[in-house]
T-cell receptor
Framework: QKEVEQDPGPLSVPEGAIVSLNCTYS??????FMWYRQYSRKGPELLMY????GNKEDGRFTAQVDKSSKYISLFIRDSQPSDSATYLC??????????????FGQGTILTVHP | EPEVTQTPSHQVTQMGQEVILRCVPI?????FYWYRQILGQKVEFLVS????????KSEIFDDQFSVERPDGSNFTLKIRSTKLEDSAMYFC????????????FGDGTRLSIL
């Protein structure tokens, strides 16, 4: 079983739609969960950072973590064409056995069309 | 907004040659990382670095790789004798107060080995 699994898509939605992106993981030691956005030929840009289980909201973005199910989600409300990018989930158990190692999902390619 | 800068954006090198990739982390950050992304694959952790020492490294980070913080602002990755399979995007990242803090990435150096 892969440590972090993410559906690569591609996902295509109309402008204004609610987008749901998901990752599952197998390592129960993961405590820190991140979502990054990556535009073509650019580095990962941090969108959301959460610790342990729960929800976090920032503008149009909501991150959810369910540690009991080993499942994390990112919701994008009122999606815009500028949201078209690859979305990467990443996680770590920093403070446990890890010293900052992030484990990434494959990335989901999202296209929001006008 | 402070950012991580990487140079060069693209490096072309003959197989067997040494290459140095350079990074300037965010100025008040103390924790540094290198990742790589082979075309079409996941972002993979290489190494984390704090207080002038390697804190953690992956199996990829063998004796051909080394990292250095030669002064107060730069952080470098050296590959001593490049192989074809070293061709990838290399990303530098930094975080401020600890390994559990969010990591901010540069836009990467595309390394092409001929």
């Amino acid at each position: 079983q892969k440590e972090v699994e993410q559906d690569p898509g591609p996902l295509s939605v109309p402008e204004g739609a609610i987008v749901s992106l998901n990752c599952t993981y197998s390592n129960s030691a993961f405590q820190y969960f991140m979502w990054y956005r990556q535009y073509s030929r650019k580095g990962p840009e941090l969108l959301m950072y959460t610790y342990s289980s729960g929800n976090k909201e920032d503008g149009r973005f909501t991150a959810q973590v369910d540690k009991s199910s080993k499942y994390i989600s990112l919701f994008i409300r009122d999606s815009q064409p500028s949201d078209s990018a690859t979305y990467l989930c990443a996680m770590s158990d920093a403070g446990g056995t890890s010293y900052g190692k992030l484990t990434f999902g494959q990335g989901t390619i999202l296209t929001v069309h006008p | 907004e402070p950012e991580v800068t990487q140079t060069p954006s693209h490096q072309v090198t003959q197989m067997g040659q040494e290459v140095i990739l350079r990074c300037v982390p965010i100025s008040n950050h103390l924790y540094f990382y290198w990742y790589r992304q082979i075309l079409g694959q996941k972002v993979e952790f290489l190494v984390s670095f704090y207080n002038n020492e390697i804190s953690e490294k992956s199996e990829i980070f063998d004796d051909q790789f080394s990292v250095e913080r030669p002064d107060g602002s730069n952080f470098t990755l050296k590959i001593r004798s490049t192989k074809l399979e070293d061709s990838a995007m290399y990303f530098c990242a930094s975080s401020d107060r600890g390994f559990d803090q969010p990591q901010h990435f540069g836009d990467g150096t595309r390394l092409s080995i001929l």
